[in-house]
Each structure stands twice: as structure tokens, then as C-alpha cells.
């Protein structure tokens, strides 16, 4: 005990592990703002400020952190278009080629560089057509005709 009375940085740099560790886990911004305050805490200790002292600093720059960095760091994180469309979603819509006979029982088709699982909602494609991925469902892609663009006169 007398070692660690002696010793409180190595008190911060455990924290300072310990809400690193926490934070891989949660991703949430605010147990890695907390091992920022663990690591200037860690400095303050180094330079022989008294506990008290340390634990003040510590609450403090974690507010501080938590308040105003975080927000910061969260908004370059989810900086992108707020329509943009991930994992399968962003199939829908695409134009994909029919590798085998598609009909409402199934085939499968080619989408972008994947082969998928295909069924159509009654009509029938032979190999070689291209066809509109409507909706995937579960791990089909339902297609259908291509929309024919329209023309402005």
C-alpha cells in the first residue's frame, strides 16, 4: 500500500488502461475521453501533485472532455450523407445479369461482381438478361424488369 501512496501513477495508468479496454468494447466516445483524463492525470501525478489535486484534475478534464471533445470527435465519425445507404441496401435498384433461369422459385443472378440467389414475384428471365434488383429478402435478390428511363422533352 505504501508503494501505490508513493506511486499514484501507476493508479492512472491502470484507469487509463482499464477505460481503454472498456471503451473497445462499448464504442461510445466516453470511456476513451475518460482515458484521455486518466492519461493527464497520469502526467500530474508524474510532477508530484498531491491526490487530491490529481483527482480534481482528473474530474475535470473528463467533463470537459466528454462536453466538448466528444461531440466534436462524434460528429467527424458520422460525417457523410445522411441518405447514403449501407450493406445490402444499396444493392436495390442496381441492374444485375441473370447467370441461370430466374423465376418465383428461384435462379441466380449476378450483381456487380456477386452471385446471388434470385427469385422474381411471377414472371420469368432466361440467362443472359439483365434484370433490376427490386428488394432483397432474407438472402434473395427479388428482381424484375429494368424501369425504362424516362424521356424529358
Known sequence: MDWLIDNLWALWLVTLLVFGVIEL?????IFLMM?????????VALAGAPF????????????????????IALKHLRKGPK???????????????VVETVSAQGGLV??????????TDGLSFLTGTT???LRIDGAHAVVGLPEQPTSAS
Do not use: E, H, Y
Not at 484521455?36 to 502526467?43: H, P
Not at 449476378?110 to 434470385?118: H, M
Open 52 to 71: 487530491w489535486l490529481q483527482v480534481v484534475v482528473f474530474c475535470l478534464v473528463s467533463l470537459l472532455m466528454i462536453f466538448f471533445v466528444r461531440p
Open 35 to 43: 482515458a484521455g483524463s486518466s492519461l493527464v492525470t497520469l502526467f
Open 110 to 119: 449476378k450483381i456487380g461482381g456477386d452471385v446471388w440467389s434470385a427469385r
Open 83 to 97: 441518405d447514403s445507404l449501407s450493406n445490402v441496401d444499396r444493392l436495390i435498384g442496381d441492374s444485375a445479369l
Open 131 to 133: 434484370v433490376q434488383v
Open 25 to 29: 468494447l462499448s464504442l461510445d466516445l
